[in-house]
C-alpha cells in the first residue's frame, strides 16, 4: 500500500509483551497495551516512523506524542470457528459437537460462546495466528476462534479444517476488529498527509463508533465487550454491541440505530445500561 503511494520502506518486526507472555490469559496479564507498547516506544524513540496496529488492540487515548493518520478498509470483520473435521457435528448448534472444548483467551469470546452453548469448556489459548491453528491441528481443542480478517491477511491454508463464519450482527466482534491502525508521531505532518492517501473514510467513521462505546465503558482486553457499526443503505447508522461483567456472568445484548453518528454510542450506552440480559431489543 505504502510503495502504491509512492512512499518506500522498511519493515521492522518487534515483538511485544502480548507475543512473549503466552502461558498467561489476558485476565490474568497486567497493564494495557499487550501488542502495542513496545512498537509505540520504538516510535516515540525514532527508531521507527510509522507503526501498524491491528487498531482493536489500541487503546482509545493515545500516548503524548502520537497518532492515527489513517485507517486501512475494513477486512472481514466476523469472528471465524474453526473446527477439526471430527469435532463437527451438523446437528448442533455453530456445527460442533456436544460438550466441546473451545480455545480462547478473549473474555469477549469466552461470553459469547457459553451465551450461544453453556456446553462449551473454555481452554485459554495463545499465540499468533499460525500458532494458534497448529495448536488446534495438535492439541486438546475441537476449536478455537479467531477473527477471519487475520486468516485472510496471512492467506493461511485452513482446508484441512470446517470454517464457520460467525454472523457479526449476532456474535459481536471487538471493537475496530478487521482495521489497520496506521501510527505516526504527532509532529510528523507530512508522513500524516501523505498516509490519507491510505485511508478509509468509512472504515473511520464506523470504526470511531465502536472505540467511543469501548472508551465511554473505559474497556479494555478483561472487559467482554463487542461492538460493530456499519452504514445502512439508507444513509443511517447501525450499532450492534455485547457486554458482561465478566466472561461468566449473564450478557447483555443491543441492537441502535441512529441517523448519523455524532453521539450514537452515548445514546446505545444508555439504553445498554437499562437492560437485562438477553436477546438483541
Not at 473446527?83 to 459469547?112: H, M, Y
Not at 450499532?239 to 458482561?244: D, S, Y
Request: contains cysteine.
Amino acid at each position: 500500500m505504502l510503495a502504491k503511494a509512492g512512499v518506500s520502506s522498511a519493515i521492522r518486526v518487534i515483538r511485544t509483551k502480548g507475543d512473549k507472555i503466552q502461558h498467561l490469559g489476558f485476565d490474568k496479564m497486567e497493564g494495557k497495551g499487550f501488542f502495542t507498547k513496545e512498537i509505540e516506544t520504538a516510535l516515540l524513540a525514532e527508531e521507527i516512523d510509522l507503526a501498524v496496529h491491528s487498531h482493536k488492540d489500541l487503546e482509545t487515548c493515545q500516548p503524548e506524542g502520537l497518532k492515527v493518520a489513517a485507517v486501512s478498509e475494513r477486512e472481514d470483520p466476523a469472528e471465524w470457528l474453526l473446527l477439526r473435521k471430527t469435532s463437527v457435528d451438523a446437528e448442533q448448534s455453530l456445527s460442533l459437537k456436544p460438550n466441546p472444548v473451545v480455545g480462547t483467551s478473549s473474555a469477549r469470546r469466552k461470553s459469547q460462546l457459553l451465551d450461544y452453548r453453556p456446553d462449551i469448556q473454555l481452554k485459554d489459548l495463545r499465540g499468533n495466528v499460525p500458532t494458534r491453528i497448529n495448536k488446534l491441528r495438535e492439541g486438546p481443542y475441537d476449536a478455537i476462534v479467531l477473527a477471519g480478517a487475520g486468516i485472510n491477511r496471512l492467506n493461511l491454508d485452513v482446508s484441512d479444517l470446517e470454517v464457520v463464519r460467525l454472523d457479526p450482527l449476532i456474535f459481536v466482534p471487538a471493537p475496530a476488529q478487521g482495521v489497520l491502525a496506521l501510527q505516526v508521531r504527532a509532529q510528523d505532518a507530512g508522513l500524516a498527509a501523505t498516509l490519507q492517501l491510505l485511508n478509509d473514510p468509512l472504515a473511520q467513521e464506523c470504526i470511531g463508533v465502536e472505540r467511543d462505546v469501548l472508551r465511554l465503558l473505559q474497556g479494555g482486553c478483561q472487559l467482554p465487550l463487542g461492538a460493530y457499526c456499519r452504514k445502512q443503505h439508507n444513509g443511517g447508522y447501525a450499532l450492534w454491541v455485547t457486554m458482561a461483567e465478566s466472561w461468566d456472568a449473564p450478557l447483555k445484548r443491543l441492537h441502535f440505530e441512529a441517523e448519523k453518528t455524532d453521539g450514537m454510542a452515548a445514546n446505545a450506552i444508555d439504553q445498554l445500561r437499562k437492560k437485562k440480559a438477553g436477546a438483541f431489543l
